[in-house]
C-alpha cells in the first residue's frame, strides 16, 4: 500500500471541509486512481470543480503538483503514486 | 489638451516656499504616457547625477497617469520617482486609493518637489489653491493620526504623507496615502522627510475628460468582461486577495523562509488568505474604480493582539512579518502590518531586516545586548514587532537596520552580508527565485533593485497563466532556465505600461487584460492612437531610459545586475527545487540580447535610436 497527502486549497476546503487528506492506495496507483477516489469520497460537487465537462483534462486553470512540481510536467494522470508523496488540488490562484 | 489628461503640473520649491503651475508637454504623453514614464523623463532631465539621495538636491515627483481619475479597471494609481536613499539608482514606487484620483481632480497630472522647507511643512491643494501650511504639530505623528488631523481639518480632502520612519530617514520608509495604501519602495518617505514635507492634502471638483466618450465604453466594458470572466480578478482575489497566494507558492517551493534559508514554510496554511478569510476577516474593499476589491479590511478579536485593525496584511506582508521571520501566527503578522503602516515603513523591506537580524543573532554574528535585549530567535513575534518600532525610532540596532540591509550588513562587518537578501540595496520580495529562475533574473535587472513587480513572472511560469497576445502558453518548467528571458522581457513591458498608464498591476498581473485592450483603452482616453505595439513600444522606452538613467547617471554595470550568493551558490535545501540554484548568467545573457543590451548591460545605440531615445544615445561614450 502506499500512503499519500493530498492538499486541498482555496474553495475546495468548504466542498472537503478539511484542507488535508491522507489516502491509502494501492501499489501502481497513478494519479487519475487519486482523483477517483477523492471524487467518490465527496461527489459530484468535487469532481464538477476539479475537472472540465469532458472529465478527461481538468477544468480551467486547475493545477495538480506532485511533490511541488505541476503533473503536466511529469506524466500528468498517469503520473505513479509514491508512499510519502504530497499532491497539492490547486485552484486558480492570485495575487503578488 | 487631450482627454485624460488635466494638462497642468505644479513645480514646488519647498526651500523658498513658490509654487509654479506649468502646462504639460505634449510630447510627454505621447512619448512617456505618466507616472513612472513621466518620472523618468524629468529625473533624467533635471537631477543632478551626483545628488545624496537625502540632500535638498534630489527631486521627488508624484505623478498620475491618463487613466487615473477615470472610469478605466482600477483608474487609481499615483507613481513616485526619485533618487532612491537605500540604493542610490533610480527609485520609484505606486500607490492606489483615491488620492492619485483627487489629484487629477484638482487639476494636476504631477508635483515635483525641489528643495527642502526651513520648518515642517504640509501642502494643501485645492483647486487652484496651492499653500504650503506649517507642519509643526503634526511633525512627529504617525500616519493615521495625520490623516485625521487633516481630513478634520480640510473636510473632503485625501492624504499622503509619511509617519516617523520617514521623518527619521528611515532609508526604506514608504510614502502612504489614504491610510493604508502604501508606495515608494526604496525610501520615497525618507525623500519626502528629508524636505520637511509631512503630507499633502488634496480636494479637486474637476472630472476627467475622456476623448472617446462611446468608444471609451465599449473598451472599458470589453475589459470588464474579461476581469469578471478570469479567475485570478473574479474569484480569488476577491474572495481571499493577495494572500489567496501564500499556500500556493509554499507548496512550490517558492515561499521565501527564514531569511531564504528555504522555500518551504511549514506555517503556511496557518497565514493564508484561506485562514485570514475564515479569522480576522471583517470585510473587503477596493480602491478608486475597482470591481476586483482585493484589500481584506481585518480585525483581531481576542488574546494577545487584540485591538488590532488594518487594511492587509497582503501577501508581501504576509510574507515578510510571516515566513521569513519564522512566524506562524496571523494575529502577529497583522500588529507587525498595523504599525508599518503608521510609521511609514516599507513592509518588505522591514521583514527582510527583522529576518536579517534573526539569522545573524542565531549564527551568533550578533549577540542579545547588540540586539536591544531581545531574544530575535526566529519565530519569536514579540521580538518582532518590538524592532519594527525601533527600526522606525532607529534606537539602538534598529539604527543600525534602519539604513538597509546592504548597509546594515557593512556596518556589521563579521561576513553578516552573506546574509543580506538584496539586489543594488533594495530588499528581495516574497518569490524564492531557486523555485522559479525567472523570478531570479526579473530581480536581477529591475530597475530599482530586487523588485517582485517587474515584472511578476510566476504568474506565468508557476501558475500557467498565459497569454495569446504574448505567446505565452503551456506549461513551462519554473526551475530550469531555459526560455526565461523572453518571459521576463514580454511580462516585463504590460508590466511597465501599468506603471504609466495610471491603473492598478493587478488587472494585468496574471496576463488578465491584453495589451491591446490597454490600446483601445488608452486611445479611447486620451484620443492618442495606440496600438498593442505602441503599448509595448512606449512600455519598452521607458523601461530603457530608467536603465540608462542608471547607468549613465548612476553607474550600474552588468555586475550589478546579481543576486545574493545564497541564491546563487546554496542549493535550495528541500522542495521542489531541491538541490537547485539560480542559473543566472545563462538568462541574463539571453534577456541582455533581446534587450538590445551590450555585454556591460547598457543599451546600444540603435536600440535606443529605435527607441527614440536619441538624447540618450548622445551621450553614450561620454
Ligand atoms: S485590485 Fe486591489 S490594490 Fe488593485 S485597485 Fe483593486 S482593490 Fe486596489
Redesign the interface.
Known sequence: MILVTVKLMGHLIKIAGTNSLYLEMEDGSVIRDLLEQIFSIYGAEMRNQVMDHSGESLAAYYKILVNGRNFKLLNAFSTPLENGQVIHIMPPVAGG | MQGGYTGKYLDIDLQNGTVKVLPLDKEMTVKYVGGGGFNAKILWDQLPAEVDPLAPENILIISTGPMTGTLAPTGNSWYVGFKSPATGIYGEGRGGGYWGPELKFAGYDYLILRGRSPKPVYLYIENDKVELLPADDLWGLDFFKTVDQLEEKHKGARVLGIGPAGENLVRFACIMSDRYRAGGRGGAGAVMGSKQLKAIAVCGTSDVRVADKEGFIEALRDANKTLMAH???A???P???????V??MS???AFPTRNFRSG?FEGA?KIS??TMAETILVKTRGCYSCNIKCTRYTMVKEGNYAGVESEGP???TVNAFGSRCGVDNLEAIAMANMNANRYGLDTISTGTLISFAMELYEEGILSKEECNGLELTFGNHEAMNQLLEDIAMRKGLGDILAEGVKRAAARIGRQADKYAMHVKGLELTATEPR?AQDSGLGHSVASRGGD??RP?SP?YTL???GSEELGLGG?P?PIVPDDKANVVVQMQRVSTFTDMNGTC??IV??NTISPSQLARLHTTITGIPFTSEDVMQSAARVWNLQRALNNLKFGVTSSDDTLPQRLLNEPAPE???KGKVVELDKMKREYYQLEGWDDNGVPRRERLMELGLDFVAAELGK
Request: charged share 15%; hydrophobic share 45%.
Open positions: 479567475p485570478a480578478t474569484t480569488l482575489l474572495d481571499f486577495g493577495t494572500a489567496s497566494l499556500n500556493g507548496a512550490f517551493g518551504v496554511e488568505g484561506e497582503e501577501y508581501e523555485a517582485h513587480l511578476w504568474a501558475f500557467n497563466f506549461t518548467d498591476k493587478f498581473l496574471c522542495g521542489p527545487a
